[in-house]
């Protein structure tokens, strides 16, 4: 998996053969660079993988309309948004596009639908706020809302925690916990959050400096030392006890 | 709470819409007392050849001309400013009018004949023009589309726009040197900027192209609401996010180049009216900001018009109002970004 850049290609990860399961979160770690987000965005279909394919429940997914595709998965991003001056309402409702009609009307239950996800992600007190008016951290709750409305069995999200404080970290983190224990999603996000993703995660997948993939449980990469494999720097090293890295 | 706004502002822009097509039917260079006109819009007639004229073959065709022109081109710079996520877009500043026109100027010259707004009578004529102006439309459009894939920058692309529009008047000035005289002048007339351009028999093509149009961007709101998320989230939710481009941008260069053929390069309506429109519904759900946009884009071309011939003096230019009106709402909204919602 790469991108091609012009003429050139960039191979970034080779030989990958990654399982994402139902009910089951999913940390993808890996250093600056490593093609995390490039991973991601060939999982979303927003970038072709250099060779390869991707199936959800045995069906290839770049074979899949964009609308089928839209049904799969729920991405939460980091690009800038221009939706300051939408209710929260508003932009969850937007996740009900895939199941709507062709003018994107929400009838009752796309309503019902809406106010059930922005209470799970613990946003609706701030229902009828303008996001603009939103912290970072509830504007992601609202981002996250608006992929629950979409109802799609796997959601991805790139770097949920970027940009938030400790306190919204955490409660974010519990937050897609849930969304994978509870609801039975597929919950796959990215992060540099080391120390959290190891705590709360069901899984890791790790790209190591040697462009592989390890993945396995947060125990499992402990005890086989792939945690030493993350980062080029060879100052810092892992510490198990405080599961992160240290000088 | 929302929704109670939009059917106020909705009220008030069709009152205002109605109080407007009044005023320009009742003003103008000539005076015509106010029964007569009604004694000629019952079809009494008002007993007056030239009056009868003056309204029913001028300021009528012209009420029309002008509400149609606004809101065309405020759909335009609504979609502009969504497709390129850029605040500041418009079918102005981005040269998509400059490129109209200089499909004009090429075709008029090609046919020989003068140069300008001047529209013969036939219906091939009137298309040929029309076709010049929607390839000049659709070129700029094709420049913008492959350097928005390019620059990443907003400000950058409001830049190549403005030299679009440079190069493109530049062409014209080189037309121009190899015009009659008359064609000269009749081209600096147009780029005036007026509504009253559209004869009874031209509404028919000039009113259809335009009425479908804007139905045909109605019909986009849903798509328009997910790229105000941009275009990963856009394609998340199911949309064919190239295909919407350019359909939008089709929508955009036919409203432009039909009005620009007909009424002159018609500056900061296009720009404006979106945020007015965005401003006094407080939302930027497209749902509810078409129909406010095409109305408010209607009004503001209405204002213009009543201004044009608000003066003793005769009639002022469109292009001379627009920027009056235009300069001071980009200002606020400059100076006010910070407590705008839709800029954060």
Request: aromatic share 6%; proline share 3%; net charge positive.
């Amino acid at each position: 998996m790469g991108y091609r850049n012009g003429k050139n290609t960039v191979t970034l990860l080779k030989g990958l053969n990654l399982n994402l399961e139902q009910g089951k979160l999913v940390a993808l770690l890996g250093q600056n660079g490593a093609g995390k987000s490039t991973l991601l965005r060939a999982l979303t279909c927003d970038e072709r993988p250099l060779d390869g394919s991707i199936e959800v429940n045995g069906r290839n997914l770049q074979e899949m309309s964009q609308k089928d595709r839209s049904r799969l998965i729920g991405l939460v991003s980091t690009e800038r948004i221009q939706a300051g001056a939408l209710t929260v309402t508003e932009l969850v409702g937007l996740g009900r596009q895939p199941h709507t009609g062709f003018l994107g009307r929400l009838d009752d239950e796309d309503r019902v639908i809406v106010r059930q996800s922005m209470a799970d992600a613990g946003i609706i007190g701030k229902a009828d706020e303008y996001m603009a008016s939103l912290s970072d951290g509830e504007r992601q709750k609202a981002m996250i809302a608006r992929a629950l409305a979409q109802q799609t069995p796997i959601i991805i999200l790139d770097e949920p925690t970027a940009f938030l404080d400790v306190a919204s970290r955490i409660e974010t983190m519990r937050l897609l916990q849930t969304l994978a224990h509870d609801r039975g999603k597929a919950v796959l996000l990215s992060s540099h959050d080391i120390s959290q993703s190891l705590m709360l995660a069901d899984e890791l997948w790790l790209i190591t400096t040697d462009r592989q993939v390890l993945t396995g449980t947060t125990r499992q990469l402990v005890a086989s030392g792939a945690m030493e494999h993350l980062f080029t720097n060879r100052d810092i090293h892992f510490n198990p006890q405080i599961l992160d890295y240290s000088f | 709470m929302t929704y109670r706004r939009f059917i106020f502002t909705i009220t008030g822009l069709m009152l205002a819409l109605v109080l407007l097509a009044l005023g320009c039917l009742v003003f103008g260079s000539v005076n015509i007392p106010v029964d007569k006109i009604m004694d000629i819009l019952a079809g009494r007639g008002s007993g007056n050849k030239a009056w009868d004229i003056i309204i029913l073959q001028s300021r009528i065709p012209m009420i029309a001309t002008a509400a149609l022109a606004g809101a065309a081109l405020s759909i335009s710079g609504l979609l502009l400013q969504t497709t390129f996520n850029n605040p500041l877009a418009g079918p102005s500043i981005l040269g998509v009018s400059s490129g109209a026109g200089l499909g004009v100027a090429i075709v008029i010259l090609a046919m020989g004949g003068t140069l300008g707004g001047l529209f013969g009578e036939t219906l091939g004529s009137n298309m040929a023009i029309l076709v010049g102006a929607l390839l000049g439309a659709g070129a700029v459009l094709m420049v913008l589309i492959a350097f928005s894939a390019i620059v990443r920058s907003n400000t950058m692309l409001l830049i190549i726009g403005i030299l679009v529009s440079y190069l493109t008047s530049s062409v014209v000035q080189l037309l121009n040197s190899v015009a009659t005289e008359e064609g000269v002048h009749n081209y600096v007339s147009w780029g005036f900027g007026n509504f009253s351009g559209v004869s009874v028999a031209q509404m028919p093509v000039y009113a259809g192209i335009i009425v479908l149009s804007l139905v045909g961007a109605a019909f986009m709101v849903k798509p328009l609401n997910a790229l105000l998320l941009g275009a990963r989230y856009a394609r998340n939710l199911g949309i064919n996010v190239s295909r919407t481009r350019n359909i939008l941008l089709l929508i955009t260069g036919v409203l432009t180049a039909v009005v620009t053929a007909y009424c002159g390069p018609i500056g900061f309506i296009g720009l404006v009216v979106p945020h007015i429109a965005r401003i006094s519904l407080g939302t930027s759900n497209h749902t509810r900001l078409v129909p406010a946009t095409i109305l408010a884009g209607a009004d503001i071309a209405l204002l213009c018009s009543l201004a044009s011939v608000s003066s003793p003096h005769g009639i002022i230019p469109i292009n001379a109002i627009t920027p009056v009106i235009g300069v001071p709402i980009i200002l606020y909204i400059i100076l006010n970004r910070r407590r705008i919602q839709y800029f954060n």
